[in-house]
């Protein structure tokens, strides 16, 4: 076969260059046609169309079409001519045919169209051969790119934070432990306790479950910094909304007060929505028209509002009054609650019809680090709640003052010797600064109209599956 630099199909399909020779490569999706003459509609990845090669079938022999099939792979030289069916711009006349592997028919399990997301998870290694997955794919990686631009924009540095660590103050509970030790034959102290000091780090770690205490550090440094990695909660909680291995972005910004902080939030969510929209629409509108009538309409929506701001305290008199006029929750709703999921889709969906950030939380459903207020109750905590997510993001101005800081870490039986690096901060330059965590695969969720997260991460890892 004659060697010809291979063109993507993303750019066949733009190219007005008729008549001249061309090579693709790619995944076939369908044949059909005739005795005479055969269409394989053929797909490489770069876009979630298909460009169409017309096959003379006496040209190339039926024999040798044969193996052709959905899910091979194949290499085409030939001439781009301007389609005669609608809705294609250009289509390739095959002149020279490469097999380059098989799928045999009886055994390739992406047969026919319409198979369940439900399905496609147990394939997960060949989901991304669909077109629902070839799109959510697709916007995952522009959406990355939007983070990264985002920041690197407005001059934050991209900062990483480790993924081992042996601090465990936020995640008591339910972090994954990380240990080379023989776990058939544990050493133990008199106490009964295992001894760590064998193990490989000479202490217990762990998989992070936030990489913002490391990234207060370097705010106290480099003024402005983001983290975008992994991140590893062992909740046991088998929701459509969490993950035990997830992607979290975390700014830290010094000198910003919560009022900043909120700010940054509402224009970087609405930056990497606008983003999806600029750079992904022939993706989003394949997942609005096959799964989410309403999805472009809502990233729009989202567009255009300026997101409601008010306090947990009135938040929770707003649920108040809708109990009192007989609206019915699974979790009670009272002062000092955590608000649960449904809560937060009622203040957004319900009652504002907009994205919502709450602020100023009671003390203790939150995090030691966050800034008390005066009031001795409640602390500047701030989470932005999305219509269908509930929380998309979670923040807060930090405390910066040693000793309430310590003081607060005690009180919630955070073990304050194992984290007196990150306390030195508000011993040496202490200053001002906010910041907050968003989860990647919750905006993926907004932005692709999806309804289960573990359709927006390419090898879900939840309670019993880890498989892939
Ligand atoms: P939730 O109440 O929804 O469990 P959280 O309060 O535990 O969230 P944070 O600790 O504030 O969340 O984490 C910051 C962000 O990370 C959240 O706003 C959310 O977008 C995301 N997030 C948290 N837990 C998960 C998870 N298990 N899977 C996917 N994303 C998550
Ligand atoms: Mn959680």
């Known amino acids: 076969m004659e060697t010809i630099v291979r063109t993507k199909i993303v750019d066949v399909l733009k190219s007005e260059a008729f008549g001249t020779t061309v090579n693709v490569k790619g995944w076939v999706r369908t044949r059909r046609g005739s005795k005479q003459i055969s269409f394989i509609a053929l797909n490489d990845g770069s876009t979630i169309k298909n460009v169409q090669i017309v096959v003379s079938v006496e040209d190339f022999g039926e024999e040798y079409l044969k193996p052709i099939t959905t899910g091979a792979c194949i290499s085409v030289n030939g ?4 389609s005669e069916g609608k809705g294609q711009e250009a289509e390739i006349q095959a002149r020279e045919i490469l097999i380059y592997g098989t799928a045999d028919p009886a055994t390739y399990p992406l047969q026919k169209k319409g198979h369940s997301l439900e399905f496609l998870r147990e394939i997960a290694h060949l989901r991304p051969r669909t077109n629902t997955f070839g799109a959510v794919f697709r916007i995952r990686h522009h959406m990355a790119m939007a983070i990264h631009r985002f920041f690197h924009e407005r001059g934050f540095f991209y900062f990483h934070t480790p993924v081992i660590t042996a601090s465990d103050c936020e995640g008591a509970g339910q972090m994954f432990q990380v240990t080379t030790m023989n776990l058939y034959d544990l050493k133990k102290d008199d106490g009964g306790s ?7 780090f000479g202490k217990q770690t762990s998989l992070t479950v936030s990489g913002q205490l490391e990234g207060e550090l ?8 983001y983290t975008f990695g992994p991140t590893f909660r062992a909740e046991n909680s088998n929701t459509p909304r969490h993950l035990a291995e997830f992607w979290m972005i975390e700014p830290e910004v010094a000198f910003n007060g919560i009022e900043e902080n909120m700010q940054l939030a509402e224009e970087f969510i609405k930056y990497c929505i606008r983003w999806g929209l600029d750079h992904c629409m022939e993706d989003i509108r394949f997942l609005n028209d096959m799964y989410d009538k309403e999805l472009i309409e809502r990233l729009h929506f989202v567009l255009e509002r300026d997101f409601i701001r008010l306090t947990y305290t009135e938040g929770i008199k707003i649920l108040e009054e809708a109990v009192a006029k007989g609206q019915t929750f699974e979790f009670p709703v009272f ?5 649960a999921s449904e809560h937060e889709r009622y203040l957004v969906e319900v009652h504002f019809k907009c994205p919502v950030i709450l602020t100023d939380y009671p003390k203790e459903i939150k995090s030691f680090y966050m800034k008390q207020n005066d009031d001795g109750k409640t602390v ?3 989470d932005v709640l999305f219509p269908k997510i509930g929380e998309i993001i979670g923040g807060s101005q930090r405390e910066d003052d040693y000793d309430k800081l310590s003081d607060h870490a005690r009180e919630k039986g955070v073990p304050v010797k194992d984290i007196w690096w990150y306390l030195d901060t508000r011993k040496f330059g202490t200053a001002p600064h906010s910041g907050f965590g968003l989860g990647f695969e919750r905006l993926l969720l907004f932005v692709t109209g999806m309804g289960n997260i573990r359709d927006v991460i390419p090898f879900p890892r939840t309670p019993n599956n880890a498989g892939f």
């Not at 370097?218 to 910094?225: E, K, N, P, R, V």
């Open 194 to 200: 295992i001894d760590y000091t064998g193990d490989f």
């Open 335 to 339: 002062w000092g609650a955590d608000l």
């Open 380 to 382: 500047r905590a701030m």
């Open 218 to 225: 370097a705010a106290m440094a480099l003024g402005s910094i």
């Open 79 to 82: 001439t781009l001519v301007r």
